[in-house]
Nanobody, 121 residues
Framework: EVQLAESGGGLVQAGGSLRLSCAVS????????IAWFRQAPGKEREGISC????????YYADSVKGRFTISSDNNKNTVYLQMTNLKPEDTANYYC??????????????WGKGTLVTVSS
């Protein structure tokens, strides 16, 4: 069992930065994949970044590569998403997710409730 809680969303202007946090609590010692997804109103949920804890590899969607950075602090049991050069099209609910497979949507077994990021022009 894994529990996830996102925080750090808010309203920012285009070009600004924001850091999202995902507090991770688990009852097993499995090496989980931790991923960030986002979903804008009326659109599909989109995978934007992923961290494989077993080897520390990171992955990014083309839409955010070079602007977003995923990282983890194991001592704090927290995964971060540093977002820079934000654009209005980044506006969405951002979700933290965890699974024991790959970084795809169907690999995710646990989800946070989301945190809203709004980027104004």
């Amino acid at each position: 069992e894994v529990q996830l809680a996102e925080s750090g969303g808010g309203l920012v202007q285009a070009g600004g930065s924001l850091r999202l946090s995902c507090a991770v609590s688990r009852s097993t010692s499995n090496d989980y994949v931790i991923a960030w997804f986002r979903q804008a109103p009326g659109k599909e949920r989109e995978g934007i970044s992923c961290l494989t804890t077993i080897d520390g590899n990171t992955y990014y969607a083309d839409s955010v590569k070079g602007r977003f950075t995923i990282s983890s602090d194991n001592n704090k049991n927290t995964v971060y998403l540093q977002m820079t050069n934000l654009k209005p099209e980044d506006t969405a609910n951002y979700y933290c997710a965890a699974g024991v497979g790959l970084c795809r949507y169907d690999d995710m077994d646990y989800w946070g409730k989301g945190t809203l990021v709004t980027v104004s022009s």
